[in-house]
């Protein structure tokens, strides 16, 4: 029996690519390719941690770009966002499938690969959506708007150029709880940001040791606003909580109890 | 100026402008400039949605909600006795950017009762406008009102600083007009209608010759609708709809189920049901005739003056054209794909790029997302399965209406138990 291999590499874009150039330069008999943070060892494979390279993720990314449509090489890269367990193995055969194929196989829709790299990257562009409309900033005393978040899937790379044009003149902060880093925009650039948060920090509290003191009186006019739009006899919770799902709720100044 | 007050305000005039249903902030290209607030390009976006399920994109307030006018199906009407109020032009200033700066909204929908007279109410509309793109350099989303009646000139400048304009017809009919809102006239609404029509069309034109022509209502016009106040029929409804998307290039018809507020004899009576599925039907006709390739003909006429209640628009159609049917999915133009039950123009995508791969079977129907409990009736695929009982269309809609769950079912019911 062949010895087959598990490929772990460090969770970013690059070091899945840097997998797949390996695959096809060593000519490696894949079991899978697991982000190292969450891989488990399996019986039927051996492990083999993949050291990511630029230069080398680079050249899979060209050549791939050659055979899609700049959308396609969005969608695929939208789908690895969705941190979804066995999706670099989705995309390896998508990959796979592009290089073989003379034409693009992006729109092969009765493809179960191709239709599920597109149904992901579908979600992952409806959280980024979600995001773009469900971040809520609050001024805080050194005068950078902060808001918090926690989205089902990575979706802070694809944000950063919406709320980058849309809040030139202000400063902002959007941090990933769940991921545990942010974008901080200096009225200049947009860098990545980790922060040691206090252990009695709760991200749904505006405290006023933190923020602004005209915050709470923005926050209280939002919420009376929001009430004052419903119309009682067309009162309808269930389209409601479909198109604000709960789990977005305690970041929604509208929705906490007063 | 006290919070309390302010507060108070908001309360009153948001509340006022809750009845008109168009919150859509897309459709405009204006981009930020010189690193200043807000960017109001590419689609729109909804921040949060009522309890009511309708979405919540812009600040949607009035002006003010005194009026000089009766109108029997308004909040704001002379007669009626409640709290009036009014904003200062800089408090909505305010307040907008404010919101905006926190990600609330997309930007401003700015409405108002008529004080005075037309042109009062429209210059204090526009003048909230300029201030907000020439002194806070704001590029978000703004929606104003054009005020029945109001001159050319006032329209001209509000076009310069609002991505969209609108004028609510209100009430389908004229003679529904004449008892309803016997002061308002149908050429007041017309009036600002056409100029801001020919102004967009002078603006493309003059665009293409001189690129830096100031923009012009780049979101375009809307307008919109109350239904179930004046006893009109849904054909009524959507030609007068199809007459002004044809004539005046509207963006969009909102359709408002009348939600009763007094106790006028003229009008359904407060407690009377909101008509929400009949506004449903009517949302999915003005879609099967902009995105789905129908004629109003085909979906309203002499023979059907009204939408069945309990079978969407399409479905209804193809009942009534079973010689059309059934379809060859692997080999249908893209128009006759739109016109299946069940299809939606997303899955009709789908098919026509991936059958070029190869034929499509009932799975890969089904993967693709569309909805077979209604599509098998119509149609047929790279199978040898397919629907051989020569089926009435009563039998039909028996089969779909017995296999499928609605969040109308209550509103169903009574046709329901006719099947089963």
Known sequence: ?258 | MSFDRLKEKLNILADAAKYDVSCSSSGSNRTNKNKGLGNASASGICHTYTEDGRCVSLLKILLTNHCIFDCAYCVTRKSNDIKRAAFKVQEVVDLTINFYRRNYIEGLFLSSGIFKNADYTMERLVAVAKKLRLEENFNGYIHLKSIPGASDELMREAGLYADRLSVNIEIPTTSGLKLLAPDKKREDFIKPMVKVKNEIIQYKAEKKLIKSTPKYAPAGQSTQMIIGASGETDKDIMYASNYFYKNFNLKRVYYSGYVPISYDSRLPQIGAEVPMLRENRLYQTDWLLRFYGFDITEILNEHHMNLDLDIDPKLSWALRNMNEFPVDINKADGRMLARIPGLGMRSVYKILKARKFRALNWDHLKKIGVALNRAQYFITCDSKDFETRDLTPERIKGYILQNSKTKFNSARQAQLSLFS
């Not at chain 1, 579908?122 to 918090?148: C, D, P, Q, S, W």
């Not at chain 1, 040791?209 to 006899?233: A, C, H, P």
């Open chain 1, 1 to 258: 029996m062949t010895t087959r291999f598990t490929l772990n590499y460090d969770g970013t874009f690059d070091g899945f690519l840097t997998c797949v150039f390996e695959v096809y330069e060593k000519k490696i008999k894949i079991f899978n390719i697991q982000n190292i943070a969450v891989a488990q060892d399996s019986l039927f494979a051996q492990s083999y941690a993949v050291q990511t390279e630029e230069v080398k993720a680079n050249r899979v990314w060209s050549s791939l770009k050659k055979r899609l449509t700049p959308q396609a090489c969005h969608q695929l890269y939208c789908a690895f966002l969705s941190e979804r367990t066995g999706i670099e193995d989705v995309m390896l055969r998508y990959i796979q499938k592009s290089l073989k194929s003379k034409r693009s196989i992006a729109t092969d829709f009765s493809d179960d690969d191709v239709l599920k790299v597109a149904q992901l990257a579908k979600m992952v562009n409806r959280e980024k959506h979600r995001m773009e409309a469900f971040i809520r900033f609050r001024l805080t005393k050194n005068g950078v708007y902060f808001a918090n978040c926690d989205p089902d899937f990575n979706v802070l790379p694809l944000i950063r150029k919406h709320f980058l044009k849309r809040y030139a003149d202000q400063q902002w902060i959007i941090y990933d709880l769940k991921r545990d880093y942010g974008l901080y925009y200096n009225l200049h650039k947009v860098d990545i940001v980790n922060f040691q948060f206090d252990k009695n920090f709760d991200p749904t509290k505006a405290s006023s040791d933190m923020f602004d003191e005209d915050e709470l009186v923005f926050q209280t006019l939002w919420r009376d606003y929001f009430k004052s739009t419903n119309i009682k006899s067309r009162k309808n919770m269930r389209l409601h909580i479909q198109h604000v799902p709960k789990r977005y709720w305690k970041y929604l100044s509208e929705k906490l109890p007063e």
